[in-house]
């Protein structure tokens, strides 16, 4: 009986996981054009207003050598902010409220589906490992919820 309460929960799990990263990666370069006016992504990328976003997702928040970013942000980092899709999520919806103080001068992704096309084109400019693990996690968020 406890295994298959178990066994219930955890194809719960599975069928809902990709629900959290259900992005469309080719609607997201799209989305992305937002975000190019101030970031890069890709090989030759540079810091611009805003920092590069390779290898966003496992980054701590504020981290890329040579950008100036603001108190705020390398706080949020100092206090273990580290960028996954719940954190992108959050920031990307209000930037401002999310986290205060810091110097993103953009209004947000006020759409749900932006926020998930855009988060799924960025994982693919970063660490697949960080990405499959960051899944992971989300998976065990949401098995917690089932409970
Ligand atoms: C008007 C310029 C601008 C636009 C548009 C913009 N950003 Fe930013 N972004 C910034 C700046 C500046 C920072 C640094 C903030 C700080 O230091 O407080 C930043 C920071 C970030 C960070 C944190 C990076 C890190 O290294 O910790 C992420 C993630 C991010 N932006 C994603 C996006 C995405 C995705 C979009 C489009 C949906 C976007 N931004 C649109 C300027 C912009």
Redesign the pocket.
């Known amino acids: 009986m406890i295994k298959q309460i178990f066994a219930t929960v955890a194809a719960i799990a599975a069928l809902s996981a990709p629900a959290l990263a259900a992005g469309d990666a080719k609607k997201g370069e799209r ?2 054009k ?6 890069q992504v890709g090989e030759d990328a540079q810091n611009r ?5 390779n290898d ?1 997702i496992g ?6 050598e040579g ?8 706080e ?2 100092e206090e273990g ?1 580290v ?1 996954n899709d719940e954190h ?1 999520h959050g ?2 919806e209000k ?1 401002r409220d999310y ?1 205060p ?6 209004a ?2 006020r759409k749900e589906e ?2 998930d096309d ?2 799924a084109f ?1 994982e693919q400019y970063s660490d697949p490992d960080a990405v499959a693990a960051d899944h992971e996690d989300d998976a065990e968020g949401e098995s917690e919820t089932e409970e």
């Open positions: 989305v992305f937002k975000c190019q006016a101030c970031h207003v805003g920092p590069i976003l966003i980054r701590q928040a504020g981290t890329v950008f100036k970013y603001s108190d705020a942000m390398i949020a980092g902010m960028w992108l920031y990307l930037p986290i103080g810091n110097k993103m001068s953009f947000g992704l932006d926020r855009v988060v960025l």
